[in-house]
């Protein structure tokens, strides 16, 4: 008799509320522009002023591990974004993490700053949104994830203005991230001019890079998610 694999009996315990399911490019991070399938998870503890995702905050449907990994494979894409909402806001997501990448996928994880991400696959590639002062949410951030980064992870600072960008130079500046993090620099949609931020990125000894969000510029605000 043929054992069934733990990670299969897991999946099928799975239970999560899922927005949406779809197949795009990935509009931000390191890896912009690569085809990826995008997992987004319903529901979010924080509401960030600059927030374009509210949709996700509630409704959804519930899905099982199994019906999920059935529909990412659909689309027949390599990469897989679990985002939200705030994913990690639902218990079982790091599991869902866990069985994308026993699946074979290269899993990344969008997630604010304000929840434990001790629990996330070392496998998973973490995208953390450092929460800024235009956000309202800037008291939420949890001091212990930059400890629990490790090489490959982002940081991502969205950025409203000069104050927030100031605000995280001092962040990364309390203490040393691990190394192999990258920092990314990201302006709020239509609220900072681009040139002002990319003036900012190239001042001397500014770590990381700018980003924008690519699909915006392709599908515009509404259309691009």
Sequence with gaps: MTAVPATTVRSQELRLRITEIFRSIQGESTLAGLPTTFVRLTGCPLRCGYCDTAYAFQGGDWMTGPDILDRVREHAVSRVCVTGGEPLAQKQAPALLAMLCDAGFAVSLETSGALPIDTVDARVTVVMDVKTPSSGESHRNLAANRTQLKSGDQLKFVVADR?????????????????????LWSPVWNALPLSDLADWVCEPGIPGRMQVQLHKFIWGEEQGR
Excluded: T
């Design 163 to 183: 104050a927030d960008f100031d605000w995280g130079l001092g962040w990364l500046a309390e203490r040393p991230l691990p190394d192999g993090v990258e920092v």
